[in-house]
């Protein structure tokens, strides 16, 4: 899934990243370990993956290390606490970012699952622009 075709507002890259913690809380069948961290990095990382024409195993690859992960918030121009930042430069965080990048990996590589992000994203484009069509 390249997501520079996929995702074109902000409003879409937050409905990507609430769809894949969404799916990973229903197939995890426990509390995830990170989801508060992944809640306040992946529109970030999203975003400034789509904006190199990247995809989500490009995501997977980022998330694998922390100061890929910290550039990549920071080049996204995406707002995030500096906390968040802080906290990814600690040792903790590596074994926590090395298990989403595996999540988000199984995530792509999984056709139905990749394929139902997609659909629920580009649909997404027409909420968009109905909110859009209402503030006017």
């Not at 990507?16 to 508060?36: E, K, N, Q, S, Y």
């Not at 993956?49 to 922390?66: E, M, W």
């Not at 988000?104 to 990749?114: E, R, W, Y």
């Not at 394929?115 to 859009?132: H, I």
Request: hydrophobic share 40%; with cysteine; glycine share 4%.
């Amino acid at each position: 899934m390249n997501l520079r075709d996929l995702i074109e507002t902000p409003y879409q890259v937050n409905r990507l990243a609430a769809d894949m913690l969404t799916t990973v809380a229903l197939f995890a069948d426990r509390p995830v370990p990170g989801t508060a961290l992944m809640q306040a990095c992946l529109p970030g990382l999203l975003k400034y993956v789509a904006d190199s024409g990247g995809s989500l195993r490009d995501a997977a690859k980022i998330l694998k290390h922390p100061a890929d992960l910290v550039a990549a918030l920071q080049a996204s121009a995406w707002e995030i606490d500096d906390g968040v930042l802080d906290s990814l430069k600690h040792t903790e965080s590596g074994p926590l970012l090395r298990q989403w990048s595996a999540t988000v990996a199984a995530l792509s590589d999984s056709p139905t699952i990749s394929e139902e992000l997609e659909r629920r994203t580009a649909q997404s484009v027409s909420e968009d622009q109905d909110e859009e069509e209402e503030d006017d």
